[in-house]
Protein backbone atom coordinates (compact mmCIF):
# COMPACT_ATOMS: atom_id res chain seq x y z
CA UNK A 1 0.00 0.00 0.00
CA UNK A 2 2.42 2.48 1.05
CA UNK A 3 4.12 1.52 -2.68
CA UNK A 4 0.93 2.46 -4.39
CA UNK A 5 -1.28 4.99 -2.14
CA UNK A 6 -0.95 8.64 -1.13
CA UNK A 7 -1.02 8.94 2.98
CA UNK A 8 -3.89 10.78 3.82
CA UNK A 9 -4.21 10.69 7.62
CA UNK A 10 -3.95 8.76 11.39
CA UNK A 11 -7.32 7.26 12.25
CA UNK A 12 -8.13 5.89 15.93
CA UNK A 13 -10.10 3.36 15.27
CA UNK A 14 -12.51 1.37 17.99
CA UNK A 15 -12.43 -2.73 17.18
CA UNK A 16 -15.44 -4.77 17.72
CA UNK A 17 -13.29 -6.25 20.21
CA UNK A 18 -13.33 -2.89 22.16
CA UNK A 19 -9.60 -2.54 21.52
CA UNK A 20 -8.49 0.89 20.43
CA UNK A 21 -5.91 1.04 17.24
CA UNK A 22 -4.71 3.53 15.43
CA UNK A 23 -4.20 3.28 11.49
CA UNK A 24 -2.95 5.07 8.43
CA UNK A 25 -5.52 5.70 5.86
CA UNK A 26 -3.90 5.92 1.98
CA UNK A 27 -6.07 7.22 -1.11
CA UNK A 28 -5.44 4.13 -3.72
CA UNK A 29 -6.24 4.99 -7.64
CA UNK A 30 -6.89 1.64 -7.98
CA UNK A 31 -8.73 -1.81 -5.91
CA UNK A 32 -8.86 -4.80 -7.69
CA UNK A 33 -11.44 -7.54 -5.41
CA UNK A 34 -11.46 -11.06 -6.30
CA UNK A 35 -9.87 -10.91 -10.00
CA UNK A 36 -13.64 -9.47 -10.85
CA UNK A 37 -14.02 -6.33 -9.65
CA UNK A 38 -11.88 -2.90 -9.91
CA UNK A 39 -13.09 0.51 -7.52
CA UNK A 40 -11.22 3.18 -8.52
CA UNK A 41 -9.93 6.37 -6.11
CA UNK A 42 -10.82 5.04 -2.66
CA UNK A 43 -9.51 5.06 0.83
CA UNK A 44 -8.27 2.19 2.68
CA UNK A 45 -7.09 2.17 6.15
CA UNK A 46 -4.21 -0.44 6.81
CA UNK A 47 -3.42 -2.15 9.73
CA UNK A 48 -0.84 -3.16 10.85
CA UNK A 49 0.98 -6.41 11.40
CA UNK A 50 -0.50 -9.86 10.76
CA UNK A 51 -3.98 -8.71 10.99
CA UNK A 52 -6.49 -9.95 8.46
CA UNK A 53 -7.72 -7.06 6.27
CA UNK A 54 -11.27 -6.27 5.57
CA UNK A 55 -12.88 -3.96 2.57
CA UNK A 56 -14.77 -1.02 4.68
CA UNK A 57 -18.23 0.41 4.08
CA UNK A 58 -16.64 3.18 2.11
CA UNK A 59 -15.37 0.40 -0.75
CA UNK A 60 -18.52 -1.10 -0.27
CA UNK A 61 -20.66 1.63 -1.05
CA UNK A 62 -18.83 2.01 -4.46
CA UNK A 63 -19.92 -1.44 -5.53
CA UNK A 64 -23.74 -1.06 -3.65
CA UNK A 65 -25.66 -2.75 -4.15
CA UNK A 66 -24.21 -5.84 -2.25
CA UNK A 67 -24.92 -9.32 -1.02
CA UNK A 68 -23.04 -11.49 1.90
CA UNK A 69 -24.55 -14.41 1.65
CA UNK A 70 -23.14 -16.72 4.61
CA UNK A 71 -23.99 -20.26 2.40
CA UNK A 72 -22.21 -20.54 0.46
CA UNK A 73 -20.18 -17.82 1.76
CA UNK A 74 -19.70 -14.63 -1.16
CA UNK A 75 -19.87 -11.20 -1.93
CA UNK A 76 -22.03 -10.45 -4.75
CA UNK A 77 -21.46 -6.91 -5.52
CA UNK A 78 -23.41 -5.17 -8.42
CA UNK A 79 -21.55 -2.29 -9.56
CA UNK A 80 -18.29 -2.26 -10.52
CA UNK A 81 -15.93 -2.30 -13.11
CA UNK A 82 -14.37 -5.18 -14.19
CA UNK A 83 -10.45 -5.97 -15.34
CA UNK A 84 -9.02 -5.42 -18.55
CA UNK A 85 -5.92 -7.17 -18.50
CA UNK A 86 -4.51 -9.94 -19.56
CA UNK A 87 -4.82 -13.32 -17.34
CA UNK A 88 -7.52 -11.56 -15.19
CA UNK A 89 -11.20 -13.13 -15.41
CA UNK A 90 -13.07 -10.99 -16.75
CA UNK A 91 -16.49 -9.34 -15.10
CA UNK A 92 -18.51 -9.08 -18.38
CA UNK A 93 -20.21 -11.84 -19.02
CA UNK A 94 -20.61 -12.44 -22.82
CA UNK A 95 -24.10 -14.65 -22.49
CA UNK A 96 -25.89 -11.17 -20.65
CA UNK A 97 -27.77 -8.51 -23.10
CA UNK A 98 -25.75 -5.22 -23.29
CA UNK A 99 -26.30 -3.09 -20.54
CA UNK A 100 -27.24 -5.96 -18.07
CA UNK A 101 -26.00 -4.84 -14.84
CA UNK A 102 -26.43 -8.10 -13.16
CA UNK A 103 -24.49 -8.70 -9.73
CA UNK A 104 -21.12 -9.81 -9.93
CA UNK A 105 -20.21 -12.65 -7.33
CA UNK A 106 -16.65 -13.14 -5.74
CA UNK A 107 -15.99 -15.89 -4.03
Given at each position: ?40 DVEA ?8 QILG ?51
Amino acid sequence: MKRTGRHCLLLACILADGNRLVVSVYAIRELRIGGKCTLHDVEAAVFPGRIRQILGLSALNRAAPFIFPVEPPQLVLSHCSGLAEAGAEPLADSTRPPGDESPTSLR
